[in-house]
């Protein structure tokens, strides 16, 4: 069976780095590559007091979505040896991962850190700490400094 990595990334500039270490992994391994990004759900507090019209959440995640795969497909379009299932979903990226790799029963995690420290990691939290804690297979972090 072929080996398969999930690169999960969050489309900053730094996730060129997470994708060039993902890539480097899966030509050593002969590995087929899922690419990944997930939009954040937003949580609308403030839409039934507020708000008169309603917000579009639908037109804006399929905005971002397609906006997410028009970047993937780039990277994509880069490595044509390599097999690349690009995948966008919307929610919370620490399940979307988990879920994909475990249903897709991937080999490997590949994901990046911002590296938050104090305070602002207690209030972001930290993706990859969550998916290293979770997941069920080895986790590769990538620093993004």
Do not use: C
């Amino acid at each position: 069976m072929k080996n398969q990595i999930l690169i999960a990334v969050d489309l900053s500039e730094s996730s060129e780095l997470v994708i060039k270490k993902g890539i480097e992994l899966a030509i050593k391994m002969e590995a087929s590559v899922i690419l990944s990004s997930v939009v954040p759900m937003y949580v609308d507090y403030l839409q039934s007091q507020m708000s008169m019209v309603p917000t579009p959440w639908d037109e804006i995640y399929t905005a971002q979505k397609e906006a997410a795969i028009k970047e993937l497909k780039l990277v994509q379009d880069k490595f044509p040896n390599i097999p690349i299932e690009i995948y966008v979903e919307v929610g919370n990226a620490k399940d979307v991962v988990i879920e994909k790799a475990i249903m897709d029963k991937v080999d490997y995690i590949v994901v990046g850190t911002h590296g938050r420290t104090g305070f602002s990691h207690v209030v972001m939290g930290s993706t990859a700490e969550y998916i290293v804690r979770h997941a069920t297979m080895p986790v590769m972090v990538v620093p993004m400094k």
